[in-house]
């Protein structure tokens, strides 16, 4: 039967909402990512530290617990947290739990993750949009009814959800740990402002980091250049923070960290878990997993947050003007 003959028919498929048209993108893109040996083996290792972290939430869970705080795991503790934690841990958990789960997870998404982040960015994000923009793939993307901003939303997500991976799901998996090792589920209810932070403090490392490197990748045509600038904008960053750290007249300066996309990332981490603030009362000296000395004051989180978000907004400026620059007669 000639087509003439059939004329037209309705549509019998299933139909997807225009909201969702950038999901295809992300799905693909991700089932792309996980092909590169090297990624997998890195999203693994990203659960390592937890078997570091693990065995001192089971300790502050038996020392918590009336029924099983014996000497013997208040010695083995007084090893691993410090004898004055361990033993104001014991005599007050109620009071000491949320700012200790607060300095654990903040050392394990500082200490850790922000590498993982750095590498991870590095091996995924690149070619998501230089690949097409060489390859001019462009016209096959918006031959379709897809908008700049579905486009930008699908290479973003697949780089947002690979990140997710190894930063947010570790976390959560940890938290769920904490929770199983804690004498009572009323834990939960002291430490849901610790679930609140992991949340925010990881969705504050995701967004930014995936959209300045979809902007590296919309600027050059070949990965290995975006990889290279990604790699050029952390290094230097951090090396200009700590050379102005050291300059005279600037040591102790609360805005050099700025210039280092991970010392800026890592105090607003800090903010949103709130370390300082919670421990500082409390008379705790140093023995913590998360030294003293070594978190950023609170009056520099509401800087940084507004950096972040100026720089992810500035970002997105430029990379839907990339995006649209092929596709101009």
């Known amino acids: 039967m000639g087509l003439f003959q059939i004329g037209y028919r309705r549509y019998e498929g299933r139909l997807t909402s225009q909201r969702l048209r950038w999901l295809p993108i992300t799905r693909t893109g991700i089932r792309i990512a996980l092909r590169s040996k090297l990624l997998r083996w890195i999203g693994g290792s990203s659960f390592l530290p937890i ?21 013997t795991y208040l010695d083995i503790a007084r090893a691993f947290l410090g004898p004055e934690l361990t033993d104001r841990l014991h005599e007050n958990p109620a009071g000491l739990r949320t700012a200790v789960w607060s300095a654990v997870f903040a050392g394990f998404g500082t200490q850790y993750q922000l590498w993982m982040v750095a590498i991870v960015t590095t091996i995924v994000g690149p070619a998501l949009i230089s690949n097409d923009i060489r390859s001019r793939s462009f016209l096959i993307y918006f031959a379709r009814p897809l908008s700049r901003m579905d486009y930008v939303l ?4 697949t780089l947002v959800v690979v990140l997710a991976g190894v930063t947010l799901l570790p976390s959560i998996f940890l938290y769920a740990i904490s929770i199983l090792f804690s004498p009572s589920l009323g834990t939960v209810l002291q430490t849901a402002s610790v ?14 980091v995936a959209l300045v490197m979809m902007t590296l990748s919309s600027i050059f045509r070949q990965p290995r250049f975006a990889a290279a600038a990604w790699i050029v904008l952390c290094l230097f960053g951090s ?19 700025l210039l280092s ?6 105090t607003f981490q800090l903010g949103i878990y709130g370390v300082r603030d919670k421990l500082i009362p409390l008379g705790l000296d140093s023995s913590l997993p998360l030294e003293l000395d070594s978190l950023t004051s609170s009056d520099s989180t509401g800087t940084a947050a507004i950096w972040l978000v100026f ?13 649209e620059a092929p596709t101009r007669i």
């Not at 679930?195 to 930014?208: E, N, Y």
Request: without cysteine.
């Open 195 to 208: 679930a609140v932070a992991i949340v925010l403090a990881s969705l504050g490392t995701i967004i930014p």
């Open 154 to 157: 699908g290479k973003t997500g």
């Open 261 to 266: 996309p991970a010392e800026t990332i890592r």
């Open 51 to 71: 078997l570091y972290f693990a065995p001192a939430f089971f300790l502050i869970g038996r020392l918590t617990d009336p029924e099983t705080a014996n000497t």
């Open 239 to 257: 090396i200009a923070h700590s050379l102005l750290q050291q300059t005279y007249g600037l040591h102790g300066s609360k805005w050099t960290f």
């Open 311 to 323: 720089v992810s907004a500035t970002s997105l400026f430029i990379l839907l003007r990339r995006v």
